[in-house]
Antibody
Framework: DVQLIQSGAEVQRPGATVKISCKVSGYTFTDDYMNWVKQAPGKGLQWMGLIDPEDGVTKYADEFQGRVAITADTSTDTVYMELSSLRSDDTAIYYC???????WGQGTLVTVSS | SYVLTQPPSVSLAPGQTARITCGGD??????VNWFQQRSGQTPVLVVHADSDRPSGIPERFSGTNFGNTATLTITRVEAGDEADYFCQVWDTTSDRRYVFGTGTKVTVL
């Protein structure tokens, strides 16, 4: 079975940087792109970007360009999403999702508060 | 940027048919996925590539896509179908990116 285990909840100050991990098992890590999706409280789904774990090539949504960095570690089958210059509207649940879109990580709640 | 528009809400009684639309410019030439998100849960893919159902998804869920509108149809609606539903496409018109629809809350009365 595919499993995507994300790191735990985070509380960060405005202006800080958060890095969330997503550990993959149950399929070949390099066989599928990995996406990250944001869901603010009571809001819809927002695509942030993706990475091809095989070569590390990334693609980011314009809204996050310059603030987000997605990386992949093939030695540990883990994908990371780093979001910088945090502000209050970054408070959200962040999901990792392989490009088949059939399986989702459990989500990581990031709270940005002073 | 590419925009996908959904009705904010749909309300219906058990046993009725829900039709949830997703409007986008020439969406008929794109591949549409649909996700169900029950309250407090992670999203679940219920239809992919316009009309295919992943294993485990009931036949009551079906999708069509033509022109400027994609539609998710849920027949014989049950209480357990109450959820938010989101459409999604891979947009190549202006830039390569995924786009989600605005979401539709389905309420089963």
């Amino acid at each position: 079975d595919v499993q995507l285990i994300q790191s735990g909840a985070e509380v960060q100050r405005p202006g800080a940087t958060v890095k969330i991990s997503c550990k993959v098992s149950g399929y070949t890590f390099t066989d599928d792109y990995m996406n990250w999706v944001k869901q603010a409280p009571g809001k819809g789904l927002q695509w942030m970007g993706l990475i091809d774990p095989e070569d590390g090539v990334t693609k980011y949504a314009d809204e996050f360009q310059g603030r987000v960095a997605i990386t992949a570690d093939t030695s540990t089958d883990t994908v990371y999403m780093e979001l910088s210059s945090l502000r209050s509207d970054d408070t959200a649940i962040y999901y990792c999702v392989p490009d088949s879109w059939s399986d989702w990580g459990q989500g990581t709640l990031v709270t940005v508060s002073s | 940027s590419y925009v996908l528009t959904q009705p904010p809400s749909v309300s219906l009684a058990p046993g009725q048919t829900a039709r949830i639309t997703c409007g986008g410019d020439d969406i008929g030439h794109k591949s549409v996925n649909w996700f169900q998100q029950r309250s407090g849960q992670t999203p679940v893919l219920v239809v992919h590539a316009d009309s295919d159902r992943p294993s485990g998804i009931p036949e009551r869920f079906s999708g069509t896509n033509f022109g400027n509108t994609a539609t998710l149809t849920i027949t014989r609606v049950e209480a357990g179908d109450e959820a938010d539903y989101f459409c999604q496409v891979w947009d190549t018109t202006s830039d390569r990116r995924y786009v989600f629809g605005t979401g539709t809350k389905v309420t089963v009365l």
